[in-house]
């Protein structure tokens, strides 16, 4: 099964909340056209962020949409974030504010940057964050860096600006980064794409590697890449009942 997130955005746009879809929905919708049949899976569920603002309202809006929260989780963690369960629609996810999985994430800084889903170089972080990467999530992002150029801007393509930003402040942030963009290589021969294909994706994720090797690293940056990973350099992420 494979949640439509159409009504769900239709009725936060409506009401003008500050909210965006993230996850797989989201990149279907950015990939638009140029999505792989190859990437193709279920999606069960689906995933918002919110501005804290607008969190209220967005638990307002999910109430009238009859999606049930899930009332011991969100009161002890509705600051941050917030589970609704729908009985034909399945569950939506909200991140508030702030992605918080293996690294977090200030995604609520550009939330105007589409009308509906996050930019694609923020969609590719959520994925790229995550350290013990699994098939699905590899092949989210494989499905992104297949459909978009990497460039300077968000129109249709992965900000690559963008993504040398945050991890120019975070080592172990671009540390994960790098590791993940190493692991959406090494599988690629054995998917059904075009060698043309493969050597466009290999491509992105170089051009995105030197961005981030370029870019000024932050004092922060700096002081922790010298412990490197002697120390944990990553999250565990919270366990979610899904």
């Avoid at 699994?134 to 989210?140: E, L, P, V």
């Avoid at 494989?142 to 945050?166: F, K, M, Q, T």
């Avoid at 692991?183 to 690629?188: D, F, K, P, Q, Y």
């Amino acid at each position: 099964m494979t949640v439509d997130a159409g009504p769900l955005l239709a009725a936060i746009a409506e009401r003008r909340i500050a909210a965006r879809l993230l996850g797989g929905a989201a990149i279907r919708i950015v990939a638009g056209d140029r999505f792989h049949a190859a990437f193709e899976r279920p999606i069960a569920d689906l995933d918002l962020i919110v501005a804290r603002r607008d969190a209220r309202a967005l638990e307002d809006l999910m109430e009238q949409l009859g999606y049930a929260g899930e009332r011991q989780f969100n009161a002890l963690n509705g600051h941050r974030r917030l589970l609704f369960e729908h009985s034909a629609h399945g569950r939506v996810d909200v991140f508030v504010e702030t992605f918080e999985m293996c690294h977090a994430l200030p995604l609520a800084e550009r939330l105007d940057a589409r009308p509906d889903t996050l930019a694609a170089a923020e969609l590719l972080l959520t994925k790229l964050q995550i350290v013990e990467l699994n098939a699905k999530d590899r092949g989210d992002a494989l499905a992104l860096l297949y459909a978009l150029e990497v460039a300077d801007h968000d129109d249709g393509a992965i900000n690559v600006v963008r993504i040398a930003e945050l991890t120019a402040h975070d080592w172990g942030l671009q540390h994960t980064v790098e590791l993940n963009l190493g692991r959406v290589r090494a599988g690629l021969d054995e998917l059904p794409l075009a060698d043309e294909d493969r050597r466009r994706i290999v491509e992105r994720t170089d051009a995105i590697g030197a961005a981030m090797e370029a870019a000024p690293k932050s004092r922060g940056w700096k002081l922790r890449a010298r412990i490197g990973e002697r120390r944990r350099w990553y999250e565990e992420p919270e366990e979610v009942d899904r």
